[in-house]
Each structure stands twice: as structure tokens, then as C-alpha cells.
């Protein structure tokens, strides 16, 4: 985690200094929910027309993961049969999953105007971090943790619905492309390891542990400008 709140401080530092520039002139800060790869939902703060229609958007995302384990990878990793899957274990009521996407994002935005009365858009693109975790409990066998983090880039675009002068609903169509890393594990007896995308067992790993490659998201919200 110091990883993520060190970037968390660093963007918003960047982005209360480029607001304070404008004295906090047009500055937006925004809520939007929708789907990345599952429920999610994202805060951003966004200060357009940095220079001429070029802005600086930064947010953080929260995504409940709806797919943290691989149906088709063996139950028990190294434990059990090849045939024995994290589905079938499921479905027999021996196993569940859950999972977590926490991602902070940079973007550098374009300002396209307005596209008919009250309708303005922006385009966005940037870096990503995403901090993303997944628990496989196989109940009395206990549970394992599977956890990375990985940096990304992503694209979008924004488009704004004025509602009053300061308040607008605001749609965010992207996709965010995440980088292969190294999956840490955790059986919650103080077993611990750190498998590198190097490692010969990486492969075994990653076809377990679900987490972002490419995503599209699709959110919906308001935003308040100041």
C-alpha cells in the first residue's frame, strides 16, 4: 500500500497545485458508477484549459471484482487433481471468491467545446496503478490471498450535460490497459511468496488470479464545477 499512497499524494498535489494556479477557476470534481470489469466507481478532479483546451484530470477507482478466480484453474493449486476446478468447487459449495480493483489515474485531457447547446465533450488519456486483489476461501482447507500491482495507460472520452450553471451529469466511455507483474500470495498462516514474471511458475499463477488486462469501462455521474 505505501506504493499507492505515495502516488495518491503525489497526484493530488499536482492537481491542487494546477488548481491553485486558477485560483479554482473551472475546477470540476466529479462521482461517477457504472462497469470496469465490474460494479465501479470513480472520483476524479479534473482542472481543463491548463493551457489553451489542454487539461489535467486526476481520479481514484474502486471496482468490486465479479470474476476474482479462474473458473478453470485447479482447486487446490499443487493439491489437487487436474480435473478438480475452482468452478466445480463452487458449484459443490466448497469454495467462493471475491476481489478488488483500486486504481489511481493522470490523465492529460482535450477539450473538444461544446457539440450542441449545453453537450460538451473531452478527451482524456494517461497512466494508470492499480492496486488488485483476490481471495479464493476454501472454507475449513482456509483461504488464499492473491495480490499485484501493476501500472497502465488509458483513453477515453467525456462528454457533459449541463444541468445548471455549475452542475452537469457527465458520461465516461475508456479503456485502461494494464501491464504484466509479480502475484504475491498469502494463505493466512504466515505463508508467504513473490512469484516474478520471470519465475517458471508465473504462468500457473496468473491463469489463477483475475485481475485487469485490457478493460472497458463504462460510467455514469455528476460533476460540480468551481
Do not use: C, W
Not at 135 to 157: E, K, L, P, Q
Amino acid at each position: 500500500m505505501k506504493p499507492l499512497l505515495t502516488l495518491t499524494l503525489l497526484t493530488l498535489a499536482a492537481t491542487t497545485a494546477t488548481a491553485g494556479a486558477q485560483s479554482l477557476s473551472g475546477v470540476e470534481l466529479g462521482l461517477t458508477g457504472g462497469y470496469a470489469g465490474g460494479l465501479s466507481g470513480e472520483l476524479f478532479v479534473h482542472a481543463p484549459n491548463v493551457a489553451g483546451p489542454i487539461g489535467v484530470k486526476a481520479g481514484v477507482a474502486y471496482t468490486r471484482a465479479s470474476d476474482a478466480i479462474n473458473d478453470n484453474s485447479p482447486e487446490l493449486p499443487g493439491i489437487s487433481g487436474p480435473d478438480d476446478t475452482f468452478g466445480k468447487a463452487k458449484a459443490a459449495g466448497r469454495a467462493s471468491e471475491s476481489g478488488s480493483h483500486t486504481v489511481i489515474s493522470l490523465d492529460g485531457t482535450y477539450g473538444l467545446g461544446e457539440l450542441t447547446p449545453g453537450v460538451d465533450a473531452a478527451l482524456y488519456g494517461g497512466a494508470r496503478y492499480g492496486v488488485f486483489r483476490s481471495v479464493a476461501d476454501y472454507g475449513s482447507n482456509g483461504a488464499t490471498t492473491y495480490s499485484s500491482n501493476a501500472f497502465g495507460i488509458g483513453a477515453g472520452v467525456m462528454v457533459s450535460y449541463a444541468l445548471t450553471g455549475t452542475l452537469s451529469l457527465v458520461g465516461d466511455l475508456g479503456v485502461d490497459h494494464y501491464f504484466k507483474s509479480a502475484i504475491r500470495t498469502d494463505d493466512g498462516n504466515g505463508n508467504t511468496d513473490t512469484i516474478a514474471t520471470n519465475d517458471g511458475s508465473y504462468s500457473t499463477f496468473d491463469n489463477t488470479f483475475v485481475r485487469p488486462g485490457t478493460v472497458f469501462k463504462a460510467r455514469i455521474g455528476v460533476k460540480s464545477t468551481f
